[in-house]
Antibody
Framework: DVQLVESGGVVVQPGGSLRLSCAAS????????MHWVRQAPGKGLEWVSF????????SYADSVQGRLTISRDNTKNYLFLEMRSLRIEDTALYYCAKAGGAGSFYEYYMDVWGKGTTVTVSS | SYELTQPASVSVSPGQTARITCSGE??????GYWYQKKPGQAPVLVIYRDRERPSGIPERFSGSSSGTTVTLTISGVQAEDESDYYCQSTDSSGPYQLFGGGTKLTVL
């Protein structure tokens, strides 16, 4: 089965740092672009970041640019989100999602999602 | 920057047709995608490339596109379709991804 499992969500103080991980299985992870998406309590979905199949292309929402860094390890089938200078408004359930298409022909829709990991930024 | 606008809520009776719109300039150049999001569950892709349905999604879900608007249509709505629905598209200047604010579908 195609599966994504996020981990690393914790309670952290404002200004703190943490790293989220997403373990992929059941598909050729190295062939697919990936996204991070979050949902704050009581709010809608918010796209956070994108990385292409080999990590050579990344993009970020304006709200996280310069504070969050997406990366991947295709040898271990892991996606990461390094988070620093965390703010109260970063509190959310963070999902990793597999992008459509494959290789250079990636598309931006998200056809497989994990169950998410919760980040709480609070003093 | 671009935005995607959805109605906050849509209500229909079982068996009727629900239509949820998503409007924004990005949709004139990029595909629209639709997700079903139920409380406590991960989002599920129900439409991609404006009108394509992933395998496993019931045929009652369909999509269309015209100009700067994409529409998700659910024909013969069932109680299990009650959910939040989100559209997504791409601001190609980034490329950044955009989500609409979400539409709560209520089955009366």
């Amino acid at each position: 089965d195609v599966q994504l499992v996020e981990s690393g969500g914790v309670v952290v103080q404002p200004g703190g740092s943490l790293r989220l991980s997403c373990a992929a299985s059941g598909f050729n992870f190295h062939d697919y672009a990936m996204h991070w998406v979050r949902q704050a309590p009581g709010k809608g979905l918010e796209w956070v970041s994108f990385i292409n199949w080999d990590g050579s292309t990344t993009s970020y929402a304006d709200s996280v640019q310069g504070r969050l860094t997406i990366s991947r390890d295709n040898t271990k089938n892991y996606l990461f989100l390094e988070m620093r200078s965390l703010r109260i408004e970063d509190t959310a359930l963070y999902y990793c999602a597999k992008a459509g298409g494959a290789g250079s022909f990636y598309e931006y829709y998200m056809d497989v999602w994990g169950k998410g990991t919760t980040v709480t930024v609070s003093s | 920057s671009y935005e995607l606008t959805q109605p906050a809520s849509v209500s229909v009776s079982p068996g009727q047709t629900a239509r949820i719109t998503c409007s924004g300039e990005a949709l004139s150049k990029q595909y629209g995608y639709w997700y079903q999001k139920k409380p406590g569950q991960a989002p599920v892709l129900v439409i991609y490339r404006d009108r394509e349905r992933p395998s496993g999604i019931p045929e009652r879900f369909s999509g269309s596109s015209s100009g700067t608007t994409v529409t998700l249509t659910i024909s013969g709505v069932q109680a299990e379709d009650e959910s939040d629905y989100y559209c997504q598209s791409t601001d190609s200047s980034g490329p950044y991804q955009l989500f609409g604010g979400g539409t709560k579908l209520t089955v009366l």
